[in-house]
């Protein structure tokens, strides 16, 4: 599944080669991954809750 998933890294992600966080998403579904490990486990996400999370990230819960 991952393989036809269109990634895209976290604008926080530095250019050194440190720990970065990709994503992808499909129609109701965030899937996360390291990019370091673009072959390891993938965690897929509800969007709603994805949104969630990110409002929580940022402060932002209302």
Do not use: I, N
């Not at 992600?13 to 994503?23: F, L, Q």
């Amino acid at each position: 599944m991952t393989a036809e998933l269109s990634w895209r890294k976290s604008s926080y992600s530095g250019s050194g080669g440190g720990d970065c966080v990709e994503v992808a998403q499909t129609p109701g579904t965030v899937h996360v991954r390291a990019s370091k490990e673009q072959r390891g486990p993938v965690l897929s996400v509800p969007s709603g809750q994805w949104a969630e999370f990110v409002a929580f990230a940022r402060g932002s819960r209302g």
